[in-house]
């Protein structure tokens, strides 16, 4: 049966990157996808942007972010325990403006809040094969260019357990070789592309309405 991952919770219903989306999106999808960014005082947020008005996440304490954030509680953002999150969780980890210092400061926290269960991933495919034996937990490389196939690929061959998280476009390239029971298609929202994915030998989908295209299980 191929996984449903829902797009940072329920998006359409529920502010997203909040526990209250997570945790109502398990009702219909088996993993569900959230941003994991860090803070200036080291403190992990479920957020997608890196920045709030002009300024940067990554510069703002907990205290001056809950001044700031105009779109729902702190609270339901803050990750300080995998008890937080009721089921399987796919982490992607935001390091577009990190420095490499910062980077590893991220990675060793969020290594004592994955379980075993979850898949770990990011766009930076060099802090992921960096920890990656440091991980309790799957992990896996993001990308939507198709030159990056090639050598996601490559990686593919070095490492059967890494898992490939691909914008829905690229598996209709005729330079798609990767494995298939190790690659999730994202973001997924149009219920044709969907039921035809489904059809597919893949491991999941990634959609922002998990209430919609769970209807289309087999």
Same mark, same amino acid.
């Given at each position: 049966m191929r996984k449903i991952f829902g797009h940072r919770g329920l998006p359409r219903i529920y502010q997203e990157n909040t526990f209250s989306s997570i945790n109502k999106a398990f009702e219909y999808c088996d993993f569900v996808e959230t941003d994991v960014r860090i803070t200036k005082d080291n403190q992990l947020i479920l957020f997608h942007d890196p920045n709030i008005g002009d300024d940067l996440i990554k510069d703002l304490t907990l205290s001056e972010?809950?001044?700031?954030?105009?779109?729902?509680?702190?609270?339901?953002?803050?990750?300080?325990?995998?008890?937080?999150?009721?089921?399987?969780?796919?982490?992607?980890?935001?390091? $577009?403006?990190?420095?490499?210092? !910062?980077?590893? &400061?991220?990675?060793?926290?969020?290594?004592?809040?994955?379980?075993?269960?979850?898949i770990i991933t990011s766009f930076n495919w060099k802090a992921i094969q960096s920890f990656k034996?440091?991980?309790?937990?799957?992990?896996?490389?993001?990308?939507?260019?198709?030159?990056?196939?090639?050598?996601?690929?490559?990686l593919s061959l070095h490492d059967e357990n890494l898992f490939f998280m691909t914008h829905h476009n690229l598996i209709d390239s005729r330079n798609f070789d990767l494995p298939k029971h190790k690659t999730v298609l994202w973001t997924v929202n149009d219920?044709? $592309?969907?039921?035809?994915?489904? !059809?597919?030998? &893949?491991y999941g989908i990634v959609t922002d309405i998990p209430d919609t295209m769970q209807l289309y299980r087999k």
């Open positions: 972010l809950d001044l700031v954030l105009e779109d729902g509680s702190l609270e339901d953002r803050v990750l300080t325990s995998r008890d937080q999150i009721d089921g399987k969780a796919n982490f992607e980890i935001k390091t $577009d403006t990190l420095e490499d210092a !910062e980077v590893d &400061i991220l990675f060793q926290i969020m290594l004592s809040i994955l379980n075993d269960q979850d034996h440091l991980f309790n937990c799957h992990y896996g490389v993001i990308f939507d260019k198709e030159e990056e196939l090639f050598e996601a690929r490559s219920e044709k $592309d969907f039921q035809r994915y489904m !059809e597919m030998e &893949i």
